[in-house]
Nanobody, 121 residues
Framework: QVQLVESGGGLVQPGGSLRLSCAASGTIFSISAMGWYRQAPGKERELVAVSATGGIPNYLDSVKGRFTISRDNAKNTVYLQMNSLKPEDTAVYFC???????????????WGQGTLVTVSS
């Protein structure tokens, strides 16, 4: 079993910052990518940022220059530093990881439970 546990959400004023964390635990042989999605009320889930192992991070256009994704591979943890937050960033943020639990490298997606980010004055 692989679990992803997010933390760091909350209420912040426009222009403020938050840092989300997501730690993967359990039987993990390899992680090929970790990323963050978000879902705002009434909207579809969208990819915010993704970091493939050994690759260059990709970002949603609307967060480029404001959000930074990073990973601590030794801890199987991914972070999302969010600066200059806007009300339109309000959403539930979900962590996602592609994980292989054996040397067969059969990667499966695993999701966290989500953490709410509210940007409001």
């Amino acid at each position: 079993q692989v679990q992803l546990v997010e933390s760091g959400g909350g209420l912040v004023q426009p222009g403020g910052s938050l840092r989300l964390s997501c730690a993967a635990s359990g039987t993990i042989f390899s992680i090929s990518a970790m990323g963050w999605y978000r879902q705002a009320p009434g909207k579809e889930r969208e990819l915010v940022a993704v970091s493939a192992t050994g690759g260059i991070p990709n970002y949603l256009d609307s967060v480029k220059g404001r959000f930074t994704i990073s990973r601590d591979n030794a801890k199987n943890t991914v972070y999302l530093q969010m600066n200059s937050l806007k009300p339109e960033d309000t959403a539930v943020y979900f962590c996602c990881a592609r994980v292989a639990v054996t040397a067969s490298y059969d990667y499966l997606e695993r999701w966290g439970q989500g953490t709410l980010v509210t940007v409001s004055s």
